[in-house]
């Protein structure tokens, strides 16, 4: 498996984690490293990922929210409101192309989530990019 789809995987389930404990993410990822070994480069874009969901977490809700204007996060399951946050700063902050942060998100939604996870995932995230062209073109 690459690195990268690694590390979104540990962001994801240390996300998950933290929001469920109400843990700070930083230290739930630093138990996580001490438990299991990953490579220099899993950690790095596993912290980069966490830190960044960290930092701008109020915008990336309200790109969610705004986006998904049926489904306010306080509905979504708790792993679909991590698995998009974490694509949503991918897509916003991140510098992935659009396409790999979509595909990596519904991967995760797919392996994490319910039935109608990566469907739910990829109408967000899609949204959220045509929002973002949109923008970026008026």
Do not use: C
């Given at each position: 498996?690459?690195?990268?789809?690694?590390?979104r995987?540990?962001?994801?389930?240390?996300?998950?984690?933290?929001?469920?404990?109400?843990r700070d993410p930083?230290?739930?990822?630093?138990?996580?490293?001490?438990?299991?070994?990953?490579?220099?480069?899993?950690?790095?874009?596993?912290?980069?990922?966490?830190?960044?969901?960290?930092?701008?977490?109020?915008?990336?809700?309200?790109?969610?929210?705004?986006?998904?204007?049926?489904?306010?996060?306080?509905?979504?399951?708790?792993?679909?409101?991590?698995i998009?946050?974490?694509?949503?700063?991918?897509?916003?902050?991140?510098?992935?192309?659009?396409?790999?942060?979509?595909?990596?998100?519904?991967?995760?939604?797919?392996?994490?989530g319910?039935?109608s996870?990566?469907?739910?995932?990829?109408?967000?995230l899609?949204?959220?990019?045509?929002g973002?062209?949109?923008?970026?073109?008026?």
């Amino acid at each position: 498996m690459k690195p990268r789809r690694i590390a979104r995987a540990l962001a994801l389930e240390v996300l998950y984690e933290s929001e469920l404990a109400r843990r700070d993410p930083m230290i739930v990822l630093e138990r996580r490293l001490q438990e299991l070994e990953y490579s220099p480069e899993v950690q790095e874009f596993a912290r980069h990922l966490l830190q960044g969901v960290a930092e701008n977490r109020p915008v990336l809700d309200k790109a969610i929210e705004d986006h998904a204007p049926g489904w306010p996060l306080a509905q979504v399951a708790p792993i679909d409101a991590s698995i998009l946050r974490l694509a949503t700063f991918e897509l916003l902050y991140g510098g992935s192309p659009q396409k790999v942060a979509i595909n990596e998100a519904v991967e995760l939604a797919k392996r994490y989530g319910t039935d109608s996870s990566p469907r739910f995932v990829n109408g967000v995230l899609g949204a959220i990019v045509r929002g973002s062209q949109a923008a970026g073109n008026s």
